[in-house]
């Protein structure tokens, strides 16, 4: 139902199974920089384009599409207190809640686009499973509140929209004016539930991401489960662009976030490290974390940037967003070992290279994507369309009739199926080959009558000759008498003929010797007519039950089909 409800919100209008117009997907690279237009990234059309593709995953992901298909996305990975939320910050350009933690216990989505208009935010909750952690059918997308128009009010209205996550049996909007010691409350430990944050303005550059909740090292390991499942979730699918967290203060293989993203990225493909808190570097390790940047990228490994935001301090006092930036390109310009970088390293210094490169990337795996996703949509549109058809029609006025109808179609399927058809898959063709066996072992069970007198050698008895009217059976030229020590001779039919003798005239013999020879081998029949019998039977039940699942598959719910089997 989820896919037919994607595929209804994603057709046009006028009835067309075009989901790539609607979607305004691009056919080729042409498509995004025409060969007769200058090529850059600052190149109006270009950007235009990348915006456009960049909302078509956006549309994608708001129906719930990621549940089914691996759309490109962006998820931060970290261990807790690696710098995280202040790299989601200094992306955004919002601040995200603290005080609570509860910015770590559910995903925060982030939708970034450049627009014309001044600052807005739209703070949105989307729902993918229930209060028990079942999958919902259909998700749904409840907006949390009014748009945000000053970046002051976004940090409470995350903390509020959050505490609904994580309280999914109280009505959102009770958050919205809830006071503070109700928003201590929490129902859930965590939630794959999301925050959506939908921001646009003129200095916002076109990028979308995932929050992940922040990986747990000690607590409650079942905690440190669930947000480790989580993140795998994410991670694993193959159009997730990996941008892991790791402190320089910490050593780099004590962090559990790069071994994470490793084991699903080994090659480190699609993995981009942002090293955190550059200024806590221990005395003596800046070779170590100044290798990573000169490193990276070489020979298709993890490309590294560096940021340097904000302290605790600096936050307490009210740094702006543009202060921030000043204070970290200060900070790469001035402070070694990270000024002494040639020009080539300095590339993926500060937030804003991390944020072009960013990018850049998700705008490329999203290029090579969007064909692929439309392709998989029309598939899963062909598989929808193919499930509704054998769904039930509407509830008939004449019940009787219509079971009558349908019990009737299905008789004459199986009168169809007994009377055998040409295909090489028919009944008749399965059992051709156990007949033949079965055949077989009912003619080795025939008695061996040599009309002769029983020699001293019976090894040197000759075989008879074949009986001519058996030479036309099938199979007849493969059989071979049995062992001649147990052939059964003249005198071996007399000695019982005249043994079973009482008041009969001279030269007849009793009936009953003619009866005893022929049940001593029909007896042998017993073992290979079971055989034969329980294998038509398996394979008539089998056909049988694929008949009964294709005309009555529909009425499972009405118990018509319990009742046909």
Known sequence: MRIRSLISMMTPSDGSTDIGSNLEIPCSLT????????VGLSDPQYVAQKRRMLDSVNRLRATGAHLDLDIPVIAVLGSQSAGKSSVIESISGITLPRASGTCTRCPTECQLSRSAESWRCVVSLRIVTEDDGKVLSQPRKIEFGDPIFSKTLVTERIRRAQCAILNP??????????????????????????????????????????????????????????????????ISKESCIILVTIACETDFENQNAHRLAAHFDPDGARTIGVLTKPDRIPLGEEAIWIGKIQGSGTEGGIEYFSVKNPDSQDIRSGITYDQAREREAEFFQTRA????????????????????RLGQVLSDLISKRLPELQEELDRLLEKTNHDISRLPSPPSSEPVAEIMKLIGAFVRSVEHLVGGSPDDDGLIQALRGPRLEFKKAIRQTAPDFRPLERPKDVKAVPAPPPLSFLSNEEGEQDYEPGD?????????????????????????????????????????????????????????????????????????HGRLKQAIT
Not at 31 to 38: E, L, M, N
Not at 337 to 356: A, M
Request: charged content about 30%; glycine content about 4%; some cysteine.
């Open 169 to 234: 049996r109280t009505p959102n909007h009770h958050f919205l004016e809830a006071s503070p010691e109700v928003l201590e409350e929490r129902q859930l430990s965590f939630s794959s539930n999301s925050v959506c944050l939908e921001i646009s303005g003129k200095d916002v550059d076109d990028l979308s991401f995932v929050d992940l909740p922040g990986l747990i090292v000690g607590g409650e390991p079942r905690d440190a489960r669930l947000v480790q499942q989580l993140a795998e979730e994410f």
């Open 337 to 356: 070992p990270w000024s002494n970088l040639e020009w080539l390293y300095r590339r993926r210094l500060g937030t804003d290279k991390l944020t072009r």
């Open 31 to 38: 498509d995004i920089i025409p060969v007769d237009t200058p």
């Open 484 to 556: 001649p020590r147990r052939a059964i001779f003249v005198e071996d039919v007399m000695k019982r003929a005249n043994s079973a003798v009482t008041r009969e005239l001279p030269n007849i013999f009793p009936y009953i010797i003619i009866k005893e020879f022929i049940g001593t081998f029909v007896k042998r029949w017993d073992h290979p007519s079971q055989q034969y019998f329980d294998f038509v039977r398996k394979e008539l039940n089998r056909r049988i039950k694929l008949l009964v699942e294709d005309h009555f598959s529909q009425y499972t």
